[in-house]
């Protein structure tokens, strides 16, 4: 009973590394999507994929990138990390177009 | 522009007390989707609740309703009989059902609701 799986749970980096949030969905689903969520600004979102091979740019992309080459994995990196992308990251799925959306977690990530 | 705006930033409601929760909302998409999520201090993200666009009837799920007025682009939350364990954050969201966008979901802001004992 898995659901949304994301990894690691929480990291610190310092300014200039690059690392990558994983996420791991069990469900089939076409949609998957990544969120960060700062204090007083919801949850924002990043880039989210409608099926394999297919990435797009959410509100606020800048500073990271996608990939999706399988249905169930939808990985998120940060190639040179900095004090601003500090946040909570959450990824999400579900069926495409419809259904609301299963969350992960979450990831609380700190630049230093 | 904002497409999803919750106004309310904290509100307080006195337990077994009914409380509405705010969401407007702005798509020129005739098909689309409103949701609204619970967050509690534990940071998991849970479901609540649904209205779909072409839905004529509000919904419902259990102590939660969706007051859903189509004309005013408004999907307010109302949750009956408030219970220590509603203290949380509230999010509206929407999903639009453009094809080529695979129906994106996007959040409001957030209203943090206390209960009180």
């Known amino acids: 009973n898995a659901g949304v799986t994301q990894t690691p749970k929480f990291q610190v980096l310092k300014t200039g590394q690059s690392m990558t949030l994983q996420c791991a969905q069990d469900m089939n689903h076409e949609y998957m999507s990544w969120y960060r969520q700062d204090p007083g600004m919801g949850l924002r979102l990043i880039h989210y994929s409608v099926g394999a091979g297919i990435t797009d740019q959410g509100e606020v992309p800048n500073g990271y990138n996608v990939s999706r080459s399988t249905t169930e994995d939808f990985p998120l990196r940060l190639l040179s990390a900095a004090p601003s992308q500090t946040s909570v990251y959450f990824c999400?799925?579900?069926?495409?177009?419809?259904?609301?959306?299963?969350f992960g977690e979450g990831s609380r990530l700190t630049v230093l | 522009a904002q497409k999803i705006t919750q106004t309310q930033p904290g509100m307080f409601v006195q337990e077994k007390e009914a409380v509405t929760l705010d969401c407007t909302y702005d798509t020129s998409d005739p098909s689309y989707g409103l949701f609204w999520y619970k967050q509690p201090s534990s940071g998991e993200m849970i479901f609540l609740i649904y209205q779909g666009s072409y839905d004529q009837q509000n919904a419902t799920e259990g102590r939660y309703s969706l007051n859903f007025q189509k004309a005013r682009k408004s999907a307010n939350l109302v949750i009956s009989a408030s219970q220590l364990g509603d203290s949380a954050m509230y999010f509206c969201?929407?999903?639009?059902?453009?094809?080529?966008?695979?129906?994106?979901?996007?959040f409001g802001q957030g209203t943090e609701l206390s209960v009180k004992p």
């Open positions: 969201a929407m999903r639009e059902a453009p094809v080529n966008q695979g129906g994106k979901l996007i």
């Open positions: 999400a799925s579900s069926r495409l177009l419809v259904g609301e959306l299963f």
